[in-house]
């Protein structure tokens, strides 16, 4: 985990590279329980209803929290608290505002698992998970600018989400 800066250490950091150091923090440590469980040979994040996790994400108190994560085993609820934890942190470095759940839904398809994605699919999304991660230590460090994050954040919001629903049948889900 990256805490300082590589390049010109005496100087503070810019608002940027402060925020993707708080997300960077959030996620690596979201990630490791992310990754422990995902090695799990008895747990499959895929079976994670996606209408369960997304209640989870935009629920407000701990009271909506602990009611959207009912029924589901004490992984699952890991799992999806973990994701939602590092979804947030990622979300608030690239937006800084308010997330649409139309948004949030396309990230989560973008990161973690859905209902039917085979192993190889949840292992590019871990993967995808990482690199997002590299991408704010490169930021924090100097390496890659402001300017350069935001082009790449850009291009890959233009890029097709490995397994996700139909679009024909998102309006059903409850997730449009």
């Known amino acids: 985990m990256v805490t300082k800066k590589t390049e010109a ?10 925020r993707a150091l708080l997300a960077l923090n959030r996620a690596a440590a979201s990630n490791k329980v992310l990754s422990d469980l995902e090695r799990n040979p008895s747990f499959d994040p895929s079976g994670i209803p996606e209408q369960a996790r ?22 699952e609820r890991n799992y999806v608290t ?34 039917g994605d085979p192993k190889s699919t949840q292992t590019i999304k871990a993967e995808a998970r990482k690199a997002a991660e590299t991408a704010m230590e490169q930021v924090i460090s ?35």
């Open 9 to 18: 250490p005496n100087k503070p950091y810019t608002e940027v590279q402060g």
């Open 54 to 75: 997304m209640a989870a994400y935009r629920a407000g108190t701990t009271g909506q929290i602990a009611a959207s994560l009912t029924g589901m085993t004490p992984e």
């Open 82 to 115: 973990s994701s939602a934890n590092w979804l947030q942190g990622l979300l608030r470095l690239e937006s800084g505002a308010a997330i649409s759940p139309k948004e949030e839904a396309w990230y989560t398809r973008t990161f973690f698992p859905v209902v």
């Open 142 to 176: 100097g390496r890659m600018t402001p300017q350069q994050y935001e082009q790449l954040r850009e291009q890959v919001a233009g890029a097709p989400v490995i397994g996700a629903p139909d679009p024909k049948r998102m309006s059903t889900s409850g997730v449009e």
